[in-house]
């Protein structure tokens, strides 16, 4: 279920409630009963885990692009935007690592990942981003183009976002010993339509009941997305399993898509490892998987290697998966207490692909599948560290300029822009987009 914690301004504290088994409590917690995490943890560990036998639970932050200047980070005892800078300790950071072991990276109410500005200077993360940080500032670009301004207009703020938490993380775990923001990644849907999984561009339905105002039209107001997936690595299609993966953060989120991606991290992967049948198995022999911490360094070895392994969303006859273009790892590192980031393409690269916005026709080539073993050129094993691998695919259509081709409009043609598709002509409509994944991270502590 939702725990739809929230603070003064709208501000979103959100989190999703996720039971091992049919054990659990016979309510459950709203936010009027348990007015911060800390108390739903509490709530849980008394009326779950010590309360009902085989009863266990975990929280994941849900749109932590809604949390104004990233409140859902802050403490975990935090009520309001003036607690923000409230200290966490040791204790409450082994709590959160406990009870939160992912965070939602993507969903129907946008990406958030990173922010450009600032230190941040990675192009892609301009994917998916609402205009506003809170529901309290929502300025909804609407399905007929139109801006609705329901408060005031409050930008996007970095310390939503999940990459500006991880860093976050290794600054706390540097000051106290413990890391609170050790997160490894899904993402979901929340379209509110009781249909999981339905996030194919082309098959967009709109937010809930969004989309009964533009019956004729748009279904959903534009700034709005079919949501991404949550993908679990797991030895059985069981709850049990499924959450044990969970726990251990062996996941990964997508945009929508289905790629199927590894991400290993250890000392001594040979270099040909991707030439090799049993990857995964050597992958898991060797080092850790996605979620995992590195063990210790042996004598001499130098600096990590990663082994990341994505293929192409294999698709259906009628709608095939797009193909790869280059994968990625980003990096994070504490250096004299401060948080640095960098990017690295490891395999594939610009390709020239492109699509056709006035037909979606894909045009260029792409890879079915990428893999890459890669070492840290700039490993300081004084400084702690996390990286985590992120898949980018070929453009496609956007869902809306999906369904505006479809309905004929062309925007050179007014006669074409029917009532309920103003927005397809629209300065705010952004027509294509690059689907991707992300990869939970692996760590390194010194």
């Known amino acids: 279920y939702e725990w739809t914690g929230t603070a003064a301004g709208g501000i ?25 995490a800390f108390n739903l943890w509490e709530h849980l560990q008394r009326n779950c885990v010590d309360g009902i036998d085989g009863c266990d639970a975990l929280t994941i932050p849900h749109n932590s692009n809604l949390s104004g200047p990233g409140l859902i980070f802050a403490s975990a005892k935090v009520q309001t935007p003036a607690d923000l800078d409230m200290p966490v300790d040791a204790e409450e950071a082994s709590l959160r690592q406990r009870w939160e072991p992912l965070v939602e990276i993507m969903q129907h109410k946008g990406d958030s990942e990173c922010l450009l500005g600032g230190d941040t200077t990675d192009e892609a993360c301009g994917f998916e981003k609402l205009p506003y940080n809170s529901f309290a500032g929502v300025g909804r670009i609407a399905a007929d183009g139109g801006l609705a301004r329901l408060g005031p207009a409050l930008d996007p703020d970095a310390r939503g976002m999940v990459r500006d938490a991880l860093k976050k993380g290794l600054v706390i775990e540097g000051q106290v010993g413990e890391n609170p923001l050790k997160y490894g990644i899904i993402a979901s849907t929340d379209t509110h339509l009781g249909t999981p999984g339905l996030t194919i561009e082309d098959e967009a339905k709109g937010h809930g009941g969004a989309g009964s105002r533009n019956v004729m039209g748009l279904p959903d107001d534009l700034e709005f997305s079919p949501g991404g997936l949550a993908v679990i690595w797991a030895e059985e299609n069981s709850r049990d399993a499924i959450f044990a993966g969970m726990q251990r953060r062996e996941a990964y989120g997508t945009s929508g898509t289905r790629p199927v991606v590894r991400f290993f991290g250890g000392w001594d992967y040979s270099g040909d490892l991707c030439g090799n049948a049993d990857l995964v198995s050597q992958g898991y022999a060797g080092g850790v998987p996605m979620g995992g911490d590195l063990t210790s360094p042996p004598e001499g070895s130098g600096a990590p290697r990663f082994v990341v392994s994505a293929l192409q969303d294999a698709g259906t006859p009628n709608a095939p998966g797009t193909p790869l273009q280059r994968v990625q790892v980003i990096k994070g590192w504490v250096k004299d207490g401060k948080a640095h980031e960098k990017v690295y393409d490891v395999a594939g690269g610009d390709n020239g692909a492109s699509v056709d916005t006035s037909t979606c026709e894909r045009q260029g080539e792409g890879a079915a599948s990428l893999c890459a073993v890669w070492q840290d050129p700039e490993f300081d094993s004084s400084e702690s560290a996390f990286y985590y691998a992120r898949v980018l695919e070929n453009p496609t259509c956007r869902w ?47």
């Open 12 to 36: 979103n504290l959100h989190r999703n409630v996720i039971f091992r088994n049919e054990r659990g409590p016979s309510l459950p917690s709203s936010w009027v009963d348990t007015p911060s």
């Open 400 to 446: 809306s300029q999906q369904i505006c081709v479809d309905a004929g409009v062309s925007c050179d043609d007014a006669s074409t822009v029917t009532r309920g598709f103003e927005g397809c002509c629209s300065e705010a409509h952004v027509l294509t987009v690059r689907e991707r994944a992300w990869t939970s991270p692996i760590w390194y502590a010194p």
